[in-house]
C-alpha cells in the first residue's frame, strides 16, 4: 500500500509541473502573437473649427506617403480610444453636362485699317427664348496661317462691346478654330476683327455653344513640384516622375528652353501599364512673328497613384527637348466624421494590414453636405515610438524553447511507466 501511495503522489506531482509547463509555453506563445501585430506607426492632431456637428480635414502629402495605398488604414480616434466613424470625400461628384448649339449666318463683312469685320447673326433655337452662349467655332480657311482676333458682342447689331481676345490658327499639325468667351453672355450679335489680315482670310460660318455643367462637389487641388529623371534612349526622350508619396496626380506640365517643336508622348505606370490622357498626346511650342502658341501640360484621364510615372517622348529624327522643370497638379482627399463632443481627435495611419471600415456614416453622405460643415486642419506628424532594444533577463530554464520540450518528453515517459506499473502490481 505505501508503494502504491508513492506511486500516485509522484504522479500529481508530475502532472502537476507538467500543467505549469503546458502553462508556462502558452505564455510564451501568446507573447510571441502579441509582439507580430503591427501598430498604427503615425498619428496627427486635428485641429476643429466652427461649431456645427460635423467637420472636414484635407490630407497633406505626410499621410499619403505613411498610410496604406489606399487609404484603408486611416483611423480618427476620440480621447476615449476609440474609433470615430469617417468617410472620404475624393473628389468631383458625377457631373451632369448639358449643350446648346446655335447656328448663325454672316449679315455684314468690312475691312477697316487692314482688319477684316465678320458680323454674324445667331439663329434663336426658340421664340421668345434668350440666347446664351460661351463659346464660338468658326470655320476656317485652308492654308497654314495665325490671326489676332478680337470678339465683340451686340444686342442689336448696332452698338458693340469688346468680349475676348484670342487667335485663330492652322498648321501642319495643329488647329485652333474655337475661342472660350470666358462666362456666358445673351448676345444675338458676334464680330469677329481679323487683325492685320492683309491675305483677306475668310470665315465663312460660326457656332454659338453654351456648355452648363453641374458638379455635386469640387475637387481640393495642389500643386508641386517632384523630383524626376531623364533618359534618352533610340530616339525617345525617358521623363521618369518620383511618386513616392502616391499621390493622385491628374496634371503633369514640362517647362522646356527649346523652341519651335512639336512632339507625341506616351504615359505609362510604374508597370509599365500605358496610362490614358485628355486630348491628343502632344506637347508643343510655336513661336511665329508677333505670337507663340504652346501646349506642354498633360492631363490623366483618371488620377495617377503610381510610385512613378514615365512620360515617353517621341522626339523622331530631331534633338532631344532641352527639360529644364517640371511641374504636377494632385488631387486632395477630404475626410468628414461627426463631431459628439469627445474630442480632442486625432488621425491614425500607417498600419499595412490593416483593413478598409465600413461606417454608417457614408449612408447620410448627401444629407451631410446641405450641413454647414467645418474644416479643420491636421497638427505635426507623430511617428510612434518603438521601444528600445535591451538585452532580455536570461529566461528561466523551464521557459528556454529545448528545456521546456525535453521536459515534457521526460514527465510523459515517467507517467507511461508508472502507469504501466499500476495496471501490473504482480511485476
Known amino acids: 500500500m505505501g508503494r502504491l501511495k508513492w506511486i500516485r503522489r509522484t504522479s500529481v506531482i508530475l502532472l502537476v509541473m507538467f500543467l505549469v509547463g503546458v502553462c ?19 498619428s496627427k492632431g486635428i485641429e ?32 476615449k480610444g476609440q474609433f470615430v466613424p469617417y468617410y472620404i470625400d475624393s473628389g468631383y461628384g458625377e457631373a451632369k453636362e ?112 453654351h456648355n452648363t455643367q453641374e458638379l455635386e462637389w469640387l475637387v481640393h487641388t495642389k500643386r508641386g513640384k517632384p523630383s524626376f529623371e531623364v533618359k534618352q534612349k533610340d530616339g525617345f526622350t525617358q521623363i521618369i516622375v518620383n511618386n513616392e508619396n502616391r499621390l493622385q496626380i491628374t496634371e503633369l506640365q514640362l517647362f522646356t528652353e527649346s523652341n519651335n517643336y512639336t512632339r507625341s508622348y506616351e504615359l505609362y505606370d510604374e508597370q509599365g501599364v500605358r496610362i490614358d490622357t485628355v486630348g491628343e498626346q502632344e506637347i508643343y511650342q510655336l513661336d511665329f512673328k508677333d505670337a507663340q502658341i504652346s501646349n506642354r501640360m498633360i492631363t490623366a484621364t483618371d488620377p495617377i497613384r503610381s510610385s512613378f510615372i514615365t512620360i515617353e517622348i517621341n522626339n ?17 482627399d477630404k475626410l468628414v466624421f461627426e463631431d459628439k463632443g469627445e474630442g480632442p481627435y486625432k488621425l491614425l495611419y500607417g498600419n499595412t494590414p490593416a483593413t478598409k471600415p465600413q461606417y454608417d456614416i457614408v449612408n447620410f453622405k448627401s444629407h451631410i453636405e446641405q450641413e454647414d460643415v467645418g ?5 505635426i506628424q507623430v511617428k ?32 507511461i511507466v508508472l502507469l504501466i506499473k499500476k495496471m501490473n502490481p504482480s511485476k
Open 24 to 42: 508556462l509555453g502558452r505564455d510564451i506563445i501568446v507573447a510571441v502573437s502579441q509582439d507580430g501585430q503591427k501598430e498604427w506607426q503615425f
Open 375 to 379: 474644416l479643420g486642419k491636421l497638427s
Open 98 to 209: 448639358q449643350t446648346q448649339i446655335y447656328s448663325s449666318s454672316l449679315v455684314h463683312t468690312a475691312m477697316k485699317d487692314g482688319n477684316t469685320l465678320l458680323d454674324y447673326k445667331i439663329t434663336r433655337v426658340a421664340d421668345n427664348v434668350d440666347i446664351q452662349g460661351n463659346l464660338l467655332s468658326v470655320e476656317l480657311p485652308e492654308g497654314a496661317f495665325l490671326k489676332h482676333i478680337k470678339v465683340y458682342g451686340s444686342y442689336d447689331g448696332n452698338q458693340w462691346e469688346l468680349v475676348e481676345q484670342s487667335e485663330l490658327y492652322r498648321t501642319d499639325q495643329l488647329v485652333k478654330n474655337s475661342i472660350d468667351l470666358g462666362s456666358e453672355y445673351k448676345y444675338e450679335y458676334y464680330r469677329l476683327s481679323v487683325l492685320n489680315n492683309v491675305e483677306k482670310l475668310t470665315f465663312p460660318s460660326l457656332q454659338l455653344t
Open 316 to 332: 523622331r529624327d530631331d534633338l532631344p527637348l532641352d527639360i529644364a522643370g517640371f511641374g504636377i497638379a494632385y488631387i486632395v
Open 384 to 415: 510612434a515610438q518603438v521601444p528600445a532594444t535591451t538585452k532580455e533577463d536570461p529566461a528561466w530554464w523551464l521557459q528556454q524553447k529545448l528545456w521546456f520540450n525535453g521536459m515534457i518528453v521526460v514527465v510523459s515517459l515517467v507517467l
Open 48 to 79: 476643429l473649427q466652427g461649431s456645427g456637428p460635423y467637420h472636414a480635414l484635407f490630407l497633406d502629402e505626410e499621410v499619403y506617403a505613411g498610410a496604406a495605398e489606399n487609404l484603408r488604414d486611416l483611423r480618427i480616434m476620440n480621447q
